[in-house]
């Protein structure tokens, strides 16, 4: 019993408040450190989820949003919310991109020389061997299948790019490349890969391929084929000189031809004139004939007379046949012999 015995002592005395008290300053510390700590995690994981929430989109850009791995929407440019650990943005570049075939843009990015002249290298339909260089230029059309429909769609581009280049390139003669069809073939190549990325639908879009540069692969050949370029220039050059001299020489000519026009008219009105007065002078002569004939016959021989005479040479022959006794009456000059017949006279008469 005795060491069973416990000492009785009533609740609530004063020492057993200040055990309550010693043992409570001594707690007090720890839990403070404890709710510090539940308020920085509880802050840190709003600001977590803050940050996973909001997103930005840029204007060149589209945000391609994922729910537990599955595509949703495309979002375009500006301030976007979603669900975080949830969904997913994938950010993919809408603007113009491009890349070349057959060069490098940079030096360094040419980590093997013979793949590039391999990619330039090609052989037109007359058996000859031409480097072309192209750049394509393309953007994305539909991010979800850019992003899922391909592992590669960039890589699948290019490999659609060479293909359709070598194809169009292998119809053309080697000349029509360097020269002339230029034009003609980057149609032509593009309308191909247009259509073969709607076949295969990655989600890119073709905005344009233009060729850089065509030319044999030789410098001999190079030389040959700048020749016959200097020649079809020389050929264009002297085809346009010929038109502008025919521009300028066919008005010359028009206004000529207008000119021998009018004066052909006016000689055809003079003409047809002098034909009028000579009728009516006829008219008028007959008129006369009929009331006296004779006379008008002695008159008409008299102005004949005097139109014919002063042009008719005078030639006084006696008929012998000897030129010695032949006088030329128009060597002499008339005037000096009336003169000198005139001075005659008048030292006869004196």
Known sequence: MIGNFREFRPKGTPEDKDKDHDSQQKKSPFDKL??????????????????????????????????????????????????????????????????????????????????????????????NF???????????????????????????????????????????????????????????????IIEKLEEQDIGLMLVNISMQDAEPPTESVIEAFKAVETAKQGKETAINNANKYRNEKL?????????????????????????????????KMYEEYEKNPLLTKQRMFYEAMEEILPGVQLIIDDGSGNLNKTLYLDELKLEDITKNAASDSDTQEE
Do not use: C, W
């Open 34 to 127: 404890r709710k510090i700590a539940l308020l920085t995690v509880a802050v840190i994981a709003v600001l977590i989820l803050t940050v996973e929430s909001v997103y930005s989109i840029g204007e060149q850009e589209q945000g391609v949003v994922t729910t537990f791995g599955k595509a949703g929407g495309v979002v375009t440019s500006g301030l976007h919310f979603k669900i975080p650990f949830v969904q997913k943005v994938t950010k993919v570049n809408t603007t113009i991109l491009g890349f070349p075939i057959g060069y490098r843009l940079n030096e360094e990015e040419v980590t093997n020389q013979d793949q590039v002249d391999a990619e330039s290298l090609m052989i037109t339909s007359d058996f």
């Open 130 to 192: 031409v480097n072309v260089d192209f750049y394509v230029e393309y953007k994305v059309s539909d991010p979800v299948k850019y992003l899922y429909h391909s592992q590669q769609p960039n890589v699948i581009l290019k490999n659609i790019a060479q293909a359709s280049i070598r194809n169009i390139i292998s119809n053309y003669a080697v000349d029509d490349v360097i020269t002339t069809g230029k034009s003609e073939i980057q149609a032509a190549i593009k309308e191909m």
């Open 251 to 283: 008005p010359e000519a028009s206004a000529k031809a207008d000119q021998i026009i009018q004066e052909a008219e006016a000689a055809k009105q003079e003409r047809i004139n002098e034909g009028i007065a000579q009728a009516s002078r006829f008219n």
